[in-house]
């Protein structure tokens, strides 16, 4: 094993594996490791212009005066006895004489290090287990490798982000997380540490995350490299806005996302949705966005409105804009072998192909394949599609679904895209998805942009993507789940987030149980990056099926509306939306702060008080901004709602206007029509009139 330096770089080589550290922007490094003669190009999420800095590198000869380092035999397994270290702002990398590397901030206190459990000669923790920190396995008739990373465990150690995964915890210290997408499940590799250091998994591979407490580990289940970031900060706010840096930042958010957006499944016509739109805005009520959802169109694949239900789109457009109203259309990435388009981007490779077995990747109202998103001509050319049949008709929001891709199974090992095997590389899909509407959008001139997603990767922030958690359950359990899962995507660099309020399967309108729970997910839906009703209500419909031109159509749930769901839950409905509407400047400041630094507008107490132990600890309170602390009431039937107070900040509940000093947990009311809200400092918000 040798370490040299070159240029700000230093290598690491032992004639089978080269290594390279270097500075990354402030206070981080970038690591990567190749078994190749080159390293591999692809810079997947790091791919910004970071600020360029000069480490500082030197060079420590060991100790020879140990007894343990003298004589030939130690000359004889090792060419030097010297340790490098390279400082880079706060952080510092440090190689031991085997090569395995710890890092540190700049008070010399250890953030984290490798796992290497080898025999060696220089470190007196001398174990024969034979296992190595970094594991580039060779797949055996390849160029491709199995990788595994394995870093120290430490029993102090929280961990947060990592996106958006549905189970109960905010901390994910003891969590195997599977590096992967499914509907509800998006992977975004990056995590915050309690010990004062970020680290972002550079590889859209499938794999795995284990944040065990004996060691962490980081699989790759095929790749060409080892690639990971690692920063270091003084608060969870700068680690954050070094690895936004790294990786992008998200555009300011258009002042109509900050309104209250309007959905069902779905609206199944032109009037239909007129009409909703219309007895809102006759009842006085805001709204600044509406869904025209799924199989408004004569086939998927073909992406432009049926004619017969949607016979007026530049119409309907005009009329809900006067009313003040976005239309945002729903899009799917799958192609139906049926549909006009379907011969021609399968002929120019602009379709996910698979290693064996029929092609097809849903059959779900009709026989789909999904564009590959990761093919910039498959980009341009659904944009293309769009920008003729959608923005050209007025349409400038869209709502890119399926943005997985939802594989039917998830069989990873068969599918192939333009950018490789989707083993390696298909976790990208949702960030080709965004870029090619956002680049297209662009190219037309707008600047206001976003599109809301299923799904999101490291660097979809920077093509506007409000990304949403999927077809979850409508349930209390559910509702708690998608705290931490919203929590975690943002701390994971995805500011833009929302739920479907209620939940999206299985809530019955006529149920009280339901009843009371949308009452409460819309209350929490107010104090959300994005305020968004949505959700299919069962019972569907029971319609006979239709067709038109032999493509089946698809019926629709229930009623959707604030008014859907009784008189008495209406107003309290209503209360919120007008909550929402005089929040609008304090949202606004914080869509601001997360655009020019990426601080997360929701996020967990530890962000604004890292010096609170009990922040760190409580997983059912957030702060909404830096003013706000919201304490959701996710249990049925409670009335009232223990909260945590953090030290540092006088707190005054909005409801009841009394003033508690932090550091303390207070029991307050939470009746029906109340979510505790607690206002910083003396700060003056017009919550609760």
């Known amino acids: 094993m040798r370490v040299w330096q070159e240029n700000n770089r230093l290598v690491i080589g032992d004639g089978k594996y080269t290594l390279w550290i270097e500075p990354w922007g402030r206070n981080s490094f970038r690591v990567r490791m190749t078994g190749e003669a080159v390293m591999d190009g692809n810079d997947w999420a790091l791919c910004e212009e970071v600020e360029q800095c000069t480490p500082e590198i030197t060079c420590e000869e060991i100790d020879t005066t140990d007894p343990w380092y003298k004589g030939e035999e130690y000359k004889k397994y090792h060419q030097t006895g010297k340790i490098y270290r390279m400082t880079n702002g706060k952080i510092t990398a440090e190689i031991s004489p085997e090569g395995w590397i710890g890092y540190y901030n700049q008070k010399g206190e250890l953030l984290t290090q490798e796992y290497w459990r080898n025999r060696n000669r220089i470190n007196r923790y001398c174990v024969p287990l034979r296992v190595d920190a970094r594991e580039l396995k060779p797949i055996q008739g390849s160029t491709d490798y199995e990788l595994t990373a394995r870093f120290e465990a430490f029993d102090d150690e929280k961990i947060f982000g990592m996106g958006q995964y549905q189970e109960k915890h905010l901390d994910k210290k003891g969590a195997i997380l599977e590096l992967a997408h499914r509907n509800s499940q998006a992977s975004v590799p990056f995590m915050v540490s309690s010990r004062g ?49 790294a990786t992008g930042r998200t555009p300011m958010m258009p002042e109509y996302g900050m309104g209250y957006w309007q959905c069902k499944l779905r609206y199944r016509n032109q009037e239909e949705i007129l009409a909703v739109a219309r007895e809102h805005k006759r009842r006085g009520l805001p709204m600044d966005a509406i ?174 993507v409000l990304t949403w958690s999927g077809d979850i359950h409508s349930s209390f359990r559910a509702m708690r789940e998608q705290l931490q899962a919203g929590l975690n995507m943002c701390v994971a660099g995805i500011p833009w987030w929302t739920s479907d309020i209620g939940g999206f399967v299985g809530g019955n309108i006529q149920d009280p149980y339901f009843k009371e729970l949308l ?32 493509v089946r159509q698809l019926t629709s749930g229930q009623d959707n509306e604030v008014w859907s769901f009784g008189e008495e839950n209406f107003e309290i409905l209503k209360k919120y939306l007008f909550i929402r509407e005089r929040l609008r400047p304090y949202i606004r400041e914080c869509m601001k702060q997360a655009s020019l630094t990426g601080a997360p507008v929701m996020r967990p107490l530890f962000f604004d008080f890292n010096e609170d132990k009990v922040a760190w600890e409580t997983e059912d309170e957030y702060m909404f ?44 009311p939470a009746p029906l029509d109340i979510i505790p809200v607690f206002v910083r400092d003396g700060k003056e918000y017009d919550i609760y009139q």
């Open 625 to 668: 901004g830096p003013d706000l602390l919201i304490a959701p009431v996710m249990e049925e039937k409670v009335t009232e709602r223990s909260v945590y107070l953090p030290a540092g900040a006088a707190w005054t509940d909005a409801n009841t206007k009394v003033t508690y000093e932090g550091g303390q947990r207070v029991t307050v």
């Open 197 to 245: 250091y970020g680290f972002f998994w550079n590889n859209p591979a499938i794999g795995t995350a284990s944040f065990g407490t004996n060691k962490t580990e980081w699989y790759a289940k095929s790749t060409k490299k080892l690639d990971y970031f690692i920063t270091a900060g003084d608060t969870p706010f700068e680690i954050e806005e070094q690895y936004s840096a």
């Open 291 to 464: 869904v025209v959802d799924f199989f408004h169109w004569t086939m998927q694949g073909e992406f432009k409105f049926e004619p017969r239900d949607w016979p007026d789109p530049e119409g309907m457009v005009k009329e809900l804009r006067d009313m003040g109203i976005e239309t945002v259309v729903s899009v799917w990435p799958t192609v139906d072998e049926r549909s006009e388009n379907f011969a021609e981007m399968s002929d120019k490779g602009y379709l996910v192909t698979p290693d064996r077995g029929m092609a097809y990747h849903m059959t779900w109202m009709g026989n789909t394949v999904f564009y590959d998103a990761t093919h910039p001509g498959a980009q341009k050319y659904v944009w293309e599609k769009c920008r003729e049949n959608y923005y050209k008709k007025g349409i400038r929001c869209f709502w890119l679904d399926e943005a997985e891709p939802e594989y039917g199974p998830y069989d990873f090992d068969n599918y192939r895209y333009y950018a490789g095997p989707a083993l390696q590389c298909t976790n990208t899909y949702p960030v080709g998805y965004a870029k090619g509407f956002y680049e297209g959008l662009k190219a037309e001139g707008e600047k206001d942009i976003m599109s809301l997603v299923r799904c999101a990767w490291a660097g979809s922030q920077k093509y506007g």
């Open 519 to 550: 009452v409460r997910w819309f209350a929490w839906g107010c104090f959300c990056p994005v305020f968004r009703m949505h959700g299919e209500r069962s019972p569907w419909y029971e319609r006979e099926q239709e067709f038109i031109n032999n």
